[in-house]
Each structure stands twice: as C-alpha cells, then as structure tokens.
C-alpha cells in the first residue's frame, strides 16, 4: 500500500480471477485505497464483502479530480462492475443529429462522431425523440435523402429532384434550388426547436410572414402563418412548470430493494420539452444520494444539452467536482440546487412521484413475465421430465483449430431468448496447447464455472447444457459431483441424430424431431457454437498478427 501514488486517480478492485468489483475514484489514490483495508474499520455488509474477494487492485492515475470522474463513469458502464451502482440494460439511446455539411441531414443515430454535426438527446423515451423528429419535418423542409450534397455534387448535376421537392417537402438542395446559407438558416432553426427554444423560431418566422405579406408574397405569407401555428400547436403540448421560464433540468431518483429508476425533466423556456428515465440495479445498502450520483454521472456522460441549473431530489458527496466538470462542458457555469420549498420543490415532487411510478411499474411487469412461460420452454419443462420450467438455461461449447488454443464458450437464454449481456468466454488452463481434449476442456470449464457461482452467490440455471454426447455429459457430471451439484438438471445435445442424454441414462430421451423443445435445444447449442468459433478466431488473428510483426525487422 505504501508505493501507490498519493495522486488523484481511480482505482480497481479484482478478484481472484481478474475480474473487475468494483470502480471508484479518489482524490488521494493511497489513503483511498487504504481506507478499505484498515483492520480497525468495521465495515457494512456489502463492503465487507466486496473486500473479501479483492485479490488485486490495478490503479490508473490522472491528471486532476475531474478527469478521475469522467474515467470513473466511463470504466462504470463497460465493465458493470459487481458492486458499483449500474443501469440496467445498458445500452447505447439514440440521439437525433444535424450532420456538419453545407446542406445538413436530421435523422436519427446512436453513433456520435467527432465531426463537428450537432446532437440532440439521448432519448430514452423513443415516442418523445418521434414526435420531435416529425415536427421538425413537418415544419421545416428538410431534405430526406442521404446524399452528400455540395457545391461539386450540384455543378455535375447527379441527381434530380425526388417526390419530397413536388409535395413541399423539400426544397431541392440537390439541384440547388435553395441556397446553402438559406437552408442553413432553416436547420438553425430546427436546431432550436430541438433544444425547446421554440419562442426564437416563432418569432423569426413571424417576421418572415410580416415581410411576405408586405411583398404581396401572400403564397409565401399563408405558409409561414401555416408553419407557426403547427409550431404553437407542438409547444401548446409541453406543460409550462417555471413562470421564471429558465433552462432547467430536475433531478429524481426513486430506490426500493436492490432497484431504483432516475428521472430526469428537461425544462427549457420553463416548458417540460422531455422526459429521461434510467432503470438502475445493485443499489441495495446504497444511500438515496449515492445512487443519485451515479445517475447525474451516467446521464451526463452522454447528454449533449447541459442546462446552467439542476435542480437535484438529494445533496450529492462529489457536488463541487461534477459541477467543475459540467461547468467544462458547457463553456459556462453550471450549478446545483436543492429547493427547500416553492415551485422548484413542487418540482422535485413531481420529479419523484414519475420515478415511483416508473418502478412501480418495472416490478408490475416483472411478476407479469413471472407468470409468463413460452411454450417451447413449457414443452422442454414436459420432455426433459422437470419439476421447474427451464426459464434459464446455460449452454457450454467447446472449440480448437487442429488442436491449438482451445476455448469455451458459455450461451445464457432466458425464458427462451438469448441474453448476450451474460455470455461468457473461456480459456483452457489445464490442457496442453497441443493436446486436443475435449472432455477434459469441458470438465475445467463446468468447474470454473459453477464454483465461482456457488462462491458468488450467483443466478443458479434451472437447466445446464453440453454440447456434445455421452462423454461430454460424462465430464460435465464430474465436475458438478466435485462441487456437490450432482443432482442439477444436465443434459447433452449430441449433433449427429440430434439426440439428448441425460446422465444415468444410456439411451437418449424420446423427443420428437418436431418438437418446439429440441428446435430451442438446437438454438442454445448453435448459439454456443458461433460464439465460441468467433471468440477462437478472433484470438487465431491476434496471434497471426503477433507472428508477423514479430518477422519485421528492427
């Protein structure tokens, strides 16, 4: 403990098998760190825990405090350590983006580039993002094509006006009809009509109807007059919560067990302009203020519209450090409150009670999919003879290349479909390079396996399956009997007549070639095997690359 740096930084804490705990960030990286391990110190539960399994601790200094926090909150989301507060179902929310090019494109994208186009989001309520989507481009003549239209593109006269040009919906930029500084115009304000300003845009095309009437352009008059009212009519939809009409966004979170939903309201021109929730897991023995600041961290690590105030349900340790990084961001000051009474608290209030509701919700739904059993996993439960619907099901691989670097790989299907978010790889350590055994390959990893489950008080599969026959079932067994689970439904799935054994059996199981239980058998083991060979190749190409590198001269 003595040589690590008194640095600000962020620290890892592993376990025995390299796997990442948990992440956090420190100030001082060697008091932090120590801070864990005092003998002195009585920790709560789940700490004490989480410092149990602690084999190593891999540090990452920084620069500064702020560059602490953001490497915190982006190590959070790809690891998903075990004891960090996560969101659940993480995953990438789209965005609406204006491409940078002379006549810019709006559409929709969960890919953000560094290329100067503008982006607007994340969305997390895809409904909300549609409806904003469709009224820029029911007001405003945005092109729908994915050229890349310039200047060149024009002059060489590539393409002609599409169907949009002849029903107003655009104005032939491809055949430049429009010029760039007018369409740009346009997309401004479509640009702001995306951040809630829309009180700027009605006043500019007021303007611009004035001046058409007074040109006698009654054509183009009635079409600004057209335009405004279908903008009064999308803005009459946004509830107005602040008579102070500032940008503001409210920040709530609502915890109960080991869940919690955030909300948060986006407030521009004192107008609720949209609504973000994040489901979150692993906050049981969290404080109502550390799962608030995982969630103001998580959601503003990816929005790209931050407001001069948030107003926050709950005071949060690390304030002063995420307004630093906020104020960053922005180019401008960025600050927190907390409401003690008035409207601001009606506002949390408000805030809280949509994030309840929310989780409220998600555990309705829950006990819906409790009492939900797909046929064919209701057909597995009656062929293979169970006493519980397979609802989990965990399937093993095996795979080499004429007997070199041998992996595994494990497939997870719940309630009859996959989910990747816990597939895992493996690595076999016991077997010689250039041995070819599979069986003793599929014995290591039903061990290492299920002995870190039983050690980690992990998800148990009501069903665990092999890819292979008799042998492969044999070997599984084995390591099942070593950790006391013998008697766990296992089966193999054998790829030449398609037949399913079980052990204690030499024949295998009567199950129809029809039936929807062996095609979802047949799903798992396939599955299994495609993400196996892709893991086995992708280390097959490393190592092709190491060797060729390795011919290079100097």
């Known amino acids: 403990m003595d040589n690590l740096p008194t640095s600000p930084g962020v620290y890892q804490f592993k376990n025995k098998d390299g796997l990442i705990q948990y992440v956090g960030k420190a100030v001082n990286l ?17 700490i004490a825990s989480m410092v149990s399994r602690i084999s190593d601790v891999e540090i990452i200094t920084t620069d500064s405090e702020v560059e602490a926090l953001i490497l915190e909150a982006n190590l959070i989301k790809l690891h998903k350590p075990r004891y960090n507060v996560n969101l659940k179902d993480d995953k990438t929310y789209p965005y609406i983006v204006v491409t940078n090019e002379p006549y810019p494109r709006v559409f929709v994208t969960r890919r953000i580039r560094r290329d100067g186009s503008r982006y607007f989001g994340p969305y997390t309520d895809v409904l909300t993002m549609r409806a904003a989507l469709k009224t820029v481009r029911d007001i405003f003549m945005i092109r729908s094509c994915n050229f890349m239209i310039d200047e060149e593109f ?20 491809c055949e430049g009809l429009v010029s760039a500084e007018q369409y740009n115009r346009m997309i401004a304000n479509v640009e702001q009509v995306l951040n809630g300003k829309v009180s700027g845009v009605l006043e500019s095309l007021g303007t611009q109807m004035n001046a058409a009437a007074a040109a006698l ?12 009212k279908e903008l009064e009519i999308y803005s009459s939809k946004q509830k107005v919560v602040d008579v102070e009409l500032r940008d503001r966004d409210i920040v709530a979170a609502s915890t109960e067990d080991d869940d919690a939903c955030g909300v948060i309201f986006k407030i521009r021109e004192g107008k609720v302009i949209g609504r973000q929730h994040y489901y979150m897991t692993g906050v049981e023995g969290k404080t109502d203020s550390e799962v608030l600041e995982t969630l103001v961290q998580r959601y503003y690590l990816e929005a790209v519209d931050v407001p001069k105030e948030i107003i926050l349900s709950f005071d949060i340790e690390s304030k002063t450090l995420i307004q630093q990084w906020l104020s960053l961001r922005r180019s401008g000051g960025v600050s927190f409150f907390l409401p003690e009474g008035g409207e601001l608290a009606k506002l949390i209030a408000m805030c809280k009670n949509n994030a309840k509701f929310l989780l409220d919700e998600l555990k309705l739904q829950r006990l819906k999919q409790k009492d939900f059993v797909p046929a064919a996993v209701r057909a597995l439960q009656r062929d293979l003879r169970m006493a519980v619907p397979p609802r989990r099901i965990e399937c093993f691989d095996i795979s080499h290349f004429q007997g070199t670097e041998t992996v595994a790989s494990m497939v997870v299907f719940v309630d009859g479909k996959p989910k990747k978010s816990e597939y895992r790889k493996f690595k076999i350590r016991t077997v010689a390079p250039a041995d070819v055994n599979d069986f003793a390959s599929m014995k290591e990893v039903i061990h290492r396996r299920y002995k870190r489950v039983k050690e980690e008080a992990l998800e148990m599969p009501e069903l665990i399956m092999v890819d292979g026959g008799k042998g492969q079932l044999s070997s599984a067994l084995e390591s099942l009997t070593e950790l006391g689970l013998e008697k766990h439904p296992l089966i193999s799935l054998a790829k030449r007549l398609e037949e399913v054994f079980v052990p204690g059996q030499s024949d295998p199981l009567p199950i129809p070639k029809s039936s929807s239980a062996l095609r979802l058998l047949q799903q798992l083991r396939d599955e299994a095997h495609r993400f196996a060979i892709t893991f086995h190749r992708s280390l097959r190409d490393k190592r092709t690359l190491q060797t060729e590198l390795d011919l290079i001269d100097g």
């Open 217 to 228: 352009k009654f054509e183009d008059a009635a079409y600004y007059r057209d335009r405004m």
């Open 154 to 173: 024009i002059a060489k006269k590539r393409t002609r006006v599409c169907l949009d040009y002849h029903i107003k919906k655009c104005e032939g930029p």
């Open 30 to 46: 060697r008091n932090r760190v120590r801070s864990y391990f005092h003998q002195s110190r009585n920790h709560e539960p789940r």
